[in-house]
């Protein structure tokens, strides 16, 4: 394929240096994913290389372009995002979703979207009464959540929060653990209060949980209780049984919305127990008023190297679970020969 050199004019110091990025890293991301060279003299930046991939290129520079105006700076992992994006063929929009700001943290970062994944679960969550945002670690499904609950009990849009999680025994036994019921069910809480704390500030959660406006507890606490104008977060939902997921979706009353995150690749359930968030999926699909936002590697914002581990296990499963499949229906293709074999004798 004929070679071509498309140029595009960068007016500012100020966009060009966080444009190439520390060691020029972020266009040698952009030159080993498109296949191209790219090279600037004076305010000129050119890029050379196959017809399309000059293009992909170039619109992943507009979009860097877009964000540094915003932020004055982008990320390595923010390069990442948008050339994956790119390739794709999906246009992320991201300069936008910079705008849609949740809240700030007590330091005063702003929270907001960083993948597209993230944008449509935080859109969900502001029109629908029941959102499910179920995928991977490090994808923001509750720190997300929690923000935006945090900012309605602020807003005034609810009176209380209500956070919490299913207690289950990951190996140890809460009878085993040191302290009062509360001191056992603590450790499972502990992402949660992180959370409040660094959006709320400790003072503010103290205080709001002495006036009962917060409650932070295991799902168990849930039953029999009628749950009204509150945000209610069930956090790591994969481990609900069907009757728990049940209890806990028909507790919410007038005025609350409810927000579900799990990961259904880690179910800590005991052996034959099935997943209530699996359910729920299969079950609740469809139904006005409930959505389910799917994350999937793409939205990790951890560590780069944790997209690429989910996606590693992802790969492995389909592989494996494809051997497991043939293994099964060979399985039972042979057994009825040996049950014939055995009546005949």
Known sequence: MEKVKREILIDSADVLTPLFGKYDSNVKQIEKSFGVHINVRDSKLTVTGEAPGVEGALAVIGDMVGVIKKDKDISADTTHYLIEMRMKGINSQYAEMMDDIICFTTRGKPIKAK???????????????IVFGIGPAGTGKTYLAMAMAITAFKNGDVSRLILTRPAVEAGEKLGFLPGDLQDKVDP???????????????????RNMEKGLIEVAPLAYMRGRTLENAYIILDEAQNTTPAQMKMFLTRFGAGS????TGDVTQIDLPSGKHSGLIEAQRVLKGI????????????????????????????????HG????ADTDETERESPRRRNKHDHH
């Open 188 to 206: 499972y809480l502990r992402p949660l209060y992180d959370a409040l704390f660094e959006i709320m500030g400790p003072e503010a959660f103290e």
């Open 322 to 325: 494809a051997h497991q499949e």
């Open 288 to 319: 006005k008023g409930i959505d389910f936002i799917e994350f999937d590697y793409s939205d990790v914002v951890r560590h780069r190297l944790v997209q690429r581990i989910i996606e590693a296990y992802e790969k492995y499963d389909q592989i």
């Open 257 to 260: 919305k409810v927000i579900v």
């Open 115 to 129: 993948t597209l994944g993230q944008h449509r679960y935080i859109d969900a969550i502001r029109h629908k009464d």
